[in-house]
């Protein structure tokens, strides 16, 4: 594997990282190519922080290869820095100082020259639509502008690669629309960006998705591809006024592989909707449970995420 093939914004080879006898990155391997929206998503523990840690140069791997930028993170921990822009849920933003202070202060911290640095903050104001709100104090703005002002200053420097980690974490749904907005016109400007998400609607936003488990990385494609590969099976959409006395009534019917809690109701994923149906009507009929809704939908990112832990559970039992 080497790190000058200019077709990779990062590669990944047998990546693990331990603490002591804990294995939080196990032998993981991908490649990010430059311009792409990278999606790695897996519950909270799954060993996505350590690897955004790795990538970042601010952690040492214990074996395998990583390359950023055509660095390896390894023996170029502080020029990959150099390479990249971080953004947290956190925001990382100054409350007490203006958008403006705040924008001046990551440009001395991520050394934009001084002579580029007006230029770099009109930058910044006009993506972030902040122009107007240059002097306000940043604690004053709501949730969605914080974002963009925190999205802003970590791009202040240029950075071909930028890390979002959980970046839309309590933000409003109109906020978080906007802000995978900016995602996409930074993308289409050439930047690589790589982000971590709980929300699944989200994944559907990025070009290619990453799925960790337990320090594994257990799925990697494009969303469409992901949900082909749910193609044996069927998800259907099933309302009902008591939905935890309907998972209990369908709990070991051969005919139904899972269910699972999806907004207001419950996704049922079986092999054969024709045979799984009539079968579901009268368990739930013996049961005096009505049914509002039953019928076949297609998969969504969140039944593909679903079915490949549990695929990963049984694999262990």
């Known amino acids: ?36 929206i990278f999606g790695f998503l897996g519950p ?10 790795v990538l970042c140069g601010l952690l040492q791997p214990s074996s395998g290869k990583a390359f950023v930028a055509d660095y390896d993170v390894t023996k170029d921990p502080e020029t990959i820095r150099t390479q990249i822009g971080y953004m947290s849920q956190k925001f990382s933003l100054y409350d007490d100082l203006s958008v403006e202070e705040n924008i001046d202060f990551f440009s001395g911290i991520y050394g934009v020259p001084k002579h580029l640095r007006a230029e770099r903050k009109d930058y910044v104001l006009g993506m972030s639509g902040l122009r107007e709100r240059r002097q306000s104090l940043t604690r004053l703005l709501s949730g969605g502008w914080k974002q963009r002002l925190a999205l802003g ?13 959980e970046p839309t974490s309590g933000v409003d749904p109109i906020a978080r629309r906007s802000f995978w907005d900016l995602i996409y016109q930074l993308s289409e400007a050439g930047r690589t960006i790589f982000v971590t998400t709980h929300y699944m609607d989200e994944a559907e936003y990025c070009h290619r998705l990453g799925l960790m488990y337990h320090g594994k990385l257990i799925a990697l494609g494009v969303p469409a ?3 082909q590969d749910l193609r044996a099976y069927q998800i259907l959409q099933l309302d009902t006024p008591a939905p935890l006395e309907t998972m209990r009534a369908l709990e070991g019917r051969p005919e139904v592989t899972d269910v699972a809690v999806f907004g207001g109701g419950l996704h049922v994923t079986v092999r054969d909707p024709a045979q799984a149906m009539p079968v579901i009507r009268q368990a739930l009929q013996h049961n005096d449970i009505p049914i509002h809704r039953l019928e076949p939908i297609p998969a969504s990112m969140e039944d593909v995420f679903v079915a490949l832990i549990e695929a990963e559970e049984r694999k262990s039992q």
């Open 153 to 165: 200053c970590a791009i202040v420097h240029e950075p071909p690669i930028l890390f979002l980690d």
């Open 225 to 227: 591809s992901l949900k």
């Open 1 to 36: 594997m080497s790190g000058a093939n200019g077709a990779w914004a990062m590669e990944v080879q047998d990546l693990v990282k331990k603490f002591g006898g804990f294995v939080a990155v196990d032998r993981v391997s991908f490649q990010v190519r430059k311009g792409e």
């Open 44 to 53: 909270n523990g799954a060993g996505k922080s350590t690897v955004i840690r």
